[in-house]
């Protein structure tokens, strides 16, 4: 008959254990973690007790008494509480994990440490990483995650300019808010309007600012360029004025009576090439003419950052390469396809996104040159108002929409995670592996 060999500890009982967490801890001889694990608890359950249950019943009911009860505070606090709840789920979760882990090692023969001493080299040795991680993943918890928390949770609550807190009350509606976006014509109207242009500007811009960026980078790395140090620093002027001054002083040439666009630029153009006969341009007062303003401007913005970090991918390209293509008979637009587009692609394909997405939230472009006028398309936005510009409107204006612009926000957010991902994802930005 064979005989079995009892182990030296249970590893089902030490995690039957742990669910009161350090109680596995104790059984595996691990005093003082069971003693850290043990307090840890205690302390939430302390929390729970005093604050806890209650932020999360105000947090549930947003208050009974109007006047009295502040609604958005208590949605803000029970939201801290449910992010404080979640933390502590994880550690319930790890302390069960801890005690079924050293119990195994206890069984395997391998060193479990039971002192302080053992407790603290062994953190320093094999969880020194977790230990300067942690502390980052705490910040990030509440700098970032507890925001983005509160913003979902805004977008189920009924925060207009009809309920105002503390004086009013606010509800749950649901998804109230997502089916007036897409269905109230208030705002249904508006937001097709906003979001077709926001695709537009999106597109355009960030387009025209990737080919200059690339044109200039190409043509300026070519041999037969001179001065290309000269060249470098004429391109890089649009780059190192900060952004919001040029915005300005875009603003004020292309004004419709005083600008130099329509005063002096245009006069040039007729006198030089008098066959064009341009008038005066609505550089402001048309829609259109001021989205083709705002789309030159950012093209104007956007492509030194292009231009430099082309510039570098290109110093990398072996000139063997060109000098191949010359002998098998490849002209210079073959040589460009087949050779420099590749090789920027495939390096700078991630850059080009996050340029996208970036003028897709561009806020400033927006609203410095013409605050997103001119003219109205409903719910408050203007004829080039962008999303993000728009949710601006909604939380300032005289008659704010805090929980639609909310709603707005994660639709945002939905497209950009979504569209960024899937281009990741196809042009292996993340895949880190060796070929």
């Known amino acids: 008959m064979e005989k079995t060999q009892n182990p030296k500890?249970?590893?089902?009982?030490a995690m039957l254990l742990s669910i009161i967490p350090g109680l596995g801890q104790f059984y595996n001889r691990q005093v003082i973690k069971g003693v850290i694990f043990l307090a840890i608890a205690?302390?939430?359950?302390?929390?729970?007790?005093?604050?806890?249950f209650g932020a999360l019943a105000d947090f549930i009911t947003?208050?009974?008494?109007?006047?009295?009860?502040?609604?958005?505070?208590?949605?803000?606090?029970?939201?801290?509480?449910?992010?404080?709840?979640?933390?502590?789920?994880?550690?319930?979760?790890?302390?069960?994990?801890?005690?079924?882990?050293?119990?195994e090692h206890w069984n395997a023969g391998l060193p479990v440490s039971q002192t302080i001493k053992e407790l603290a080299n062994n953190i320093y040795t094999n969880g020194f990483p977790y230990l300067l991680i942690i502390p980052s993943y705490f910040f990030m918890a509440f700098a970032i995650i507890f925001p983005v928390l509160v913003t979902i949770f805004t977008a189920f609550l009924n925060y207009d300019f009809k309920h105002i807190p503390p004086a009013f009350l606010l509800d749950w509606v649901g998804f109230k808010n997502f089916t007036d976006i897409f269905f109230l014509s208030t705002f249904r109207d508006a937001f097709l309007s906003v979001f077709s242009w926001t695709i537009i500007w999106t597109v355009l811009a960030t387009s025209l600012q990737i080919?200059?960026?690339?044109?200039?980078?190409?043509?300026?790395?070519?041999?037969?360029?001179?001065?290309?140090?000269?060249?470098?620093?004429?391109?890089?002027?649009p780059w190192a004025v900060p952004a919001f001054i040029t915005i300005l002083t875009f603003s004020n040439m292309f004004n419709d009576s005083i600008g130099a666009i329509n005063t002096q630029v245009i006069p040039f153009l007729n006198n030089f090439l008098p066959f064009l006969s341009i008038g005066n341009i609505a550089w402001k007062t048309d829609p259109f003419w001021t989205k083709?303003?705002?789309?030159?401007?950012?093209?104007?913005?956007?492509?030194?950052?292009i231009y430099v970090m082309v510039t570098s991918i290109l110093q990398s390209i072996s000139e063997d390469l060109y000098e191949a293509a010359k002998i098998d008979g490849a002209g210079a637009f073959k040589r460009f396809t087949a050779i420099t587009?590749?090789?920027?692609?495939?390096?700078?394909?991630?850059?080009?996104?996050?340029?996208?997405?970036?003028n897709f939230n561009n806020f400033s472009m927006i609203y410095?040159?013409?605050?997103?006028?001119?003219?109205?398309?409903?719910?408050?936005?203007?004829?080039?108002?962008?999303?993000?510009?728009?949710?601006?409107?909604?939380?300032?204006?005289?008659?704010?929409?805090?929980?639609v612009a909310a709603a707005l926000t994660l639709i945002i957010s939905v497209i950009v995670i979504s569209v960024s991902l899937i281009v990741f994802k196809r042009t292996n930005a993340f895949n880190m592996e060796d070929a």
């Open 292 to 305: 083709a303003a705002i789309i030159m401007i950012q093209g104007w913005l956007g492509f030194p950052y």
């Open 9 to 13: 500890q249970d590893v089902k009982k």
């Open 211 to 237: 080919f200059l960026g690339v044109f200039t980078a190409v043509v300026a790395n070519q041999s037969f360029i001179k001065g290309k140090r000269i060249f470098g620093v004429i391109f890089l002027l």
């Open 368 to 403: 410095l040159f013409n605050m997103g006028g001119p003219g109205s398309v409903g719910g408050g936005a203007g004829a080039t108002d962008i999303l993000i510009s728009w949710i601006y409107k909604l939380t300032t204006g005289n008659s704010p929409q805090y929980s």
């Open 42 to 52: 205690a302390l939430f359950v302390v929390e729970m007790a005093l604050f806890g």
């Open 341 to 358: 587009l590749p090789v920027i692609l495939s390096v700078a394909a991630p850059i080009f996104v996050t340029q996208y997405t970036g």
């Open 62 to 103: 947003l208050g009974t008494v109007p006047g009295q009860d502040h609604s958005l505070f208590m949605m803000i606090r029970g939201t801290l509480q449910i992010l404080v709840t979640v933390i502590f789920l994880i550690f319930y979760a790890f302390n069960i994990r801890d005690a079924k882990k050293v119990a």
